[in-house]
């Protein structure tokens, strides 16, 4: 039986022209060899460290890259809250992870995250900054995901380890009458500050530093740099909302895992 060569170019043009735009990453692939060539040389041992992280990333990057086509493809706006409550899902993962020595780490982390950038994306829709399609929310949600799991994350981090070497004074503060919040307030103002200070100093110097993502994205996509100029801006708005929630909510949810009702610390959570 003779192969319809037309018919099977035309089912798989979606794979062809994927193959042809993946020339370029290929060819990138030279300062990746760069990379583990200096590793080798310099006996780092980081070779294949390196060479799993590439290939690791262009896997899930095509297969993201999937799974987004085929959700821009559906009218159904399921499909936008499904794949928005993954990231978040991945997100209080890694955040809670990341502070291992918090209990309920990940429930913490995921919830703090789910709060702040629901917030944050409500409003950007009823303020009709955006359309609720999925071109536009999800890239939106997962830029807003990242930065919140990084600052929920330091955030009940540095919370614990701040109570830990401080617990002295806490324990006095609680015997003299104090609640838990006002017994942590210092103790909670650093861990914000300390972890909403890299998100603010990233809006004072953007654009002045070096072009952030989405603003270079539009640019190389074509756009004017002024409504790439705009777009960024909302984009540097909306991260230090989703942050300043995600990360203040979590310190409220870390109260029952450090102290009893009794208004007690919870001493074996900072024995470790």
Partial sequence: MDLDWAAFFKDYEWLI?????????FAALAVVLLAVALSYSQKLSLEGEMIYSVFRSF?????IGFV????????????????????????????????????????????????????????????????????YIIPVAGMMVGNAMTVTGVTMKQLRDDIKMQLNLVETALALGATPRQATLQQ?????????????????????????????????????????IQLQIVVMNMMVG????S?????????????????????????T
């Fill in 68 to 135: 987004l086509q085929f959700i821009f493809n559906q009218e159904n706006a399921g499909w936008i809250i499904l794949a928005y409550l993954f990231m978040v899902s991945v997100a209080g993962y890694t955040a809670g992870q990341r502070a291992k020595h918090v209990p309920r780490g990940k429930y913490v982390a995921g919830v703090s995250i789910l709060a702040g950038t629901a917030i944050t994306m409500f409003l950007l829709v009823v303020l009709n900054v955006f359309p609720f399609t999925p071109r």
């Fill in 188 to 228: 909670v103002k650093r861990a914000l500050v300390i972890s909403l200070s890299p998100v603010l100093d990233s809006c004072k110097t953007v654009g002045l530093i070096s072009l952030p993502g989405a603003m270079t994205g539009m640019i190389m996509g074509g756009a004017s740099p002024l409504e790439a």
């Fill in 247 to 271: 990360s203040i909510m979590c310190t409220y949810l870390c109260w029952p895992s450090f102290f009893t009702k009794a208004y007690q610390l919870q001493t074996h959570v900072f024995s």
């Fill in 59 to 63: 896997l899930q990057l095509s297969v």
């Fill in 242 to 245: 989703a942050a300043t929630v």
């Fill in 17 to 25: 022209e994927y193959l042809k735009g993946m020339v370029k990453p």
